[in-house]
């Protein structure tokens, strides 16, 4: 989309769409192929490749959540466990220090728990509903805050306001 005063559900609908349309499709098509023609890409990155994240429905699906956004970039994962782990190792490194929502769900509690440590990356857990608790477990190598906004499978909903502070 190239005018720039298009309204946001404009931008909601259309945003990331290839001009000209495919085949006249008002609505991008969903692909549902998993292999793609090699048409003399050069590079590695180039290659249509689902698990490169970059078919052509991956393609309009990250620049409509780009510009909705309003980011750079943004990307899709297969998974909510796939995009929690390159989250967390995206800005933890060997030595690192986690703070964790002390009620996570299974699949992340058990990440942090049994994974993390493999890569040096030590956590301790917070009560969300507490922030009079959290700095006692601050530590100078801490990098990443991570609460999940409600859980699974207790509902709970932390103090999201006092978290984004306390960071």
């Known amino acids: 989309m190239k005018n720039k005063d298009i309204s946001f559900d404009t931008k909601i609908v259309h945003s990331g769409e290839p001009d000209p349309r495919i085949e006249g499709a008002v609505n991008v098509p969903i ?4 292999t793609f023609e090699y048409t003399g890409q050069k590079s590695y990155d180039e290659l249509k490749y689902i698990r490169l994240n970059n078919t052509p429905n991956h393609l309009v699906l990250h620049e409509k ?3 909705l956004e309003k980011a750079e970039r943004a990307v899709v994962t297969s998974s909510g466990m796939s995009a929690i782990t390159t989250s967390l190792l995206t800005f933890l490194k060997s030595g ?5 929502h002390n009620t996570l769900y299974g699949g992340t509690a058990d990440y942090v728990k049994h994974d993390l440590p493999n890569y040096n990356i030590s956590a301790d857990y917070i009560d969300v509903l507490d922030p009079s608790s959290w700095k006692s477990k601050l530590k100078s190598n801490t990098k990443v805050i991570y609460v999940e906004t409600i859980t699974n499978p207790l509902l709970e909903v932390g103090a999201l306001d006092e978290v984004a502070k306390f960071a």
Do not use: N, P, T
């Open 96 to 100: 690192d220090h986690l703070l964790a």
């Open 31 to 34: 692909f549902q192929s998993s």
């Open 65 to 67: 959540l780009a510009i």
